[in-house]
């Protein structure tokens, strides 16, 4: 297995060993690539010699355990099926037995030692299949499964362990239960997070001379913050490590901070199990004890930071890509819109023609009935030419194709000249249609012939869905140093459901099989139209207490 392969996403194999005909032959292809076995077995070896050598200077179980977390990140990220786990753990195996002898364990320990080395291990990784999503530690939820596994996964080892050494040495059992519990713990937290953390996509920071300075340099305090806390200069300066970790949690997410944190664990348990740092004056047990609870309730929580911001990055960029696609649908949708609108236009044309021309007798002798027929296909033929006209300007103000022209509109006369327009309405017969002009001199920055439209669209509203009232009120005022136009009916009023849903596209609030003629896009549109001439339109109402359709804008 290569080394991009290797950093591919865990959930990613699956999928591949089905790609290549099942996974037992994916998974063996581990071990067709002799460097990876090589390197995982000198690894283990080596982490077990180092941590075993270290403790025994101190005369304690190894209060860091990194062999386990190696070989669980590996494990995971190696694949999975019979064939692979067997051989892997064989291999994982031999590995930590020969450290085990290489530091002078005699047979019997050093069987018993790898028997629940490797029992933590196997079970790390089955709950890590089992319970954490994807095996991904770039998101809170994955990453606290995945600490919760490492806490629980070596557990049974520990009590065992303490067991058998309190039987054979006589060392306390509640000591040798909890530095052994603590110390495998964090080597699988603080190694395996790493080992799951790192991607392809994180080696990009090698072709990026920047990134790669910074995090160097934040790499050179940190280390440089821990010498000088933990080695023989003690210096009581712990505080300032914090702030580097959560700027590299900041900058360099998950990955970074696993880096940093692995550091940070080696140099701080190692230091004080030296008899360094700030835990120098307590005897060896409790120094390691503290250290241990130094990295895991002081430095670990930082790793939730970083899981917190990546999955905000992530949704981040989910919200631009359903953004981005919105759009595009948009875009698709309003080129159809006109290119319907076009298509109707003509023939429908053509209809009203005929239309007419049969209505007035210029296609022959007609009968009454003919001419009532007529009139209502050349009726309904407009309705249809009016609906294309709708059409084509929605899909243009959404397309961003409409211009209006902005200049210095009296507000009064408008609202005469749309008064006059409705009384030729049939529909207005028995409305009383009254203007009302509050204050003077309203002059809005405004396009006159888009103006007219809105208000027109929202009075030709209030008498078709409220001319029950019998009074229909258009009305011009000041609102702090903006113009406020209403359109005020005494109908029935509206919800706030059904207002919540007033300016969609093709809502008529459940109006589609009355009598009332409409296609419920004219409020679409007249909203779009208010919004380009830097407006604002909206409506006040309750059921039974009619509508105020209002709409506000810059004063000129």
């Not at 090589?38 to 190894?62: D, M, Q």
């Not at 320990?109 to 994807?134: C, H, K």
């Not at 609108?341 to 044309?349: C, F, L, Q, T």
């Amino acid at each position: 297995m290569t080394l991009s392969r290797a950093l591919d996403r865990p959930e990613d194999h699956s999928e591949t060993a089905l790609a290549e005909g099942g996974s037992t032959a994916s998974n063996v292809a581990f071990f067709r690539q002799p460097l990876a076995p090589i390197l995982t077995v000198v690894g283990v070896t080596v982490l077990v010699v180092l941590a075993i050598g270290f403790a025994r200077t101190n005369g304690l179980i190894a209060a860091l355990w990194g062999a386990g977390g190696l070989a669980m990140a590996v494990w995971l990220r190696g694949g999975r099926g019979l064939a692979y786990d067997m051989g892997f753990g064989g291999l994982i195996a031999v590995a930590v037995l020969a450290g085990e002898f290489l530091v002078g364990n005699g047979p019997v320990m050093s069987v018993m030692f790898t028997v629940l080395n490797l029992l933590e291990i196997v079970l790390a990784v089955i709950l890590a299949r089992r319970f954490v999503p994807g095996l991904s530690v770039n998101s809170v939820q994955g990453l606290t499964r995945f600490l919760s596994v490492c806490a629980v996964a070596s557990l049974p080892s520990a009590v065992l362990s303490a067991f058998a050494v309190d039987s054979l040495t006589g060392v306390d059992f509640i000591d040798n239960l909890r530095i052994w519990w603590f110390g495998h713990a964090l080597g699988f937290a603080v190694i395996g997070t790493l080992g799951l953390a790192i991607r392809r996509r994180h080696l990009a920071v090698f072709r990026q001379p920047v990134r790669l300075i910074e995090g160097a340099a934040l790499l050179g305090l940190i280390g440089g913050a821990c010498y000088a806390i933990f080695s023989h200069l003690s210096l009581p300066y712990g505080f300032l490590l914090m702030p580097v970790l959560l700027t590299m949690a900041v900058r360099f997410r998950v990955a970074g901070i696993a880096i940093a944190l692995a550091l940070v664990t080696i140099m701080a348990i190692g230091g004080t199990m030296a008899g360094h740092g700030p835990y120098h004056s307590f005897d060896s047990e409790h120094r390691a004890l503290l250290a241990q609870l130094l990295v895991l309730l002081g430095y670990m929580p930082i790793l939730m930071v970083a899981a917190l911001l990546e999955e905000r990055d992530r949704l981040a960029d989910r919200a631009r890509a359903g953004r981005e696609r919105a759009e595009r649908a948009s875009a698709a949708k309003s080129r159809l819109l006109a290119n319907v609108a076009h298509e109707i236009k003509s023939p429908v044309g053509g209809v009203i023609g005929i239309g007419e021309l049969w209505a007035g007798g210029h296609l022959g002798p007609t009968t009454a009935e003919q001419v009532d027929m007529a009139q209502m296909l050349v009726k309904t033929a407009r309705q249809v030419e009016t609906l294309a006209h709708d059409l084509l300007d929605v899909a243009r103000a959404e397309a961003g194709a409409v211009k209006v022209d902005l200049r210095p509109t009296d507000v009064a006369g408008l609202l005469e000249d749309v008064r006059r327009s409705l009384l030729l309405n049939p529909e207005a017969k028995g409305v009383a249609i009254e203007v009302v002009i509050e204050e003077d001199g309203l002059i809005a920055l405004a396009d006159s012939d888009r103006l007219a439209q809105v208000v027109g669209n929202l009075a030709g509203n209030a008498v078709k869905y409220g001319g029950a009232g019998g009074r229909v009120r258009l009305r011009a005022a000041w609102a702090d140093a903006r113009v406020r136009i209403e359109v005020i009916d005494k109908g029935p009023g509206l919800s706030l459901e059904k207002q919540a849903q007033l300016f969609e596209p093709f809502n008529r609030l459940g109006l589609e099989r009355s009598s009332i003629e409409g296609h419920g896009i004219g409020l679409a549109l007249a909203k779009r139209l208010t919004e380009l001439q830097g407006g604002e339109i909206g409506v006040i109402s309750a059921p039974g207490q009619g509508a105020t359709f209002w709409v506000e804008l810059t004063a000129a």
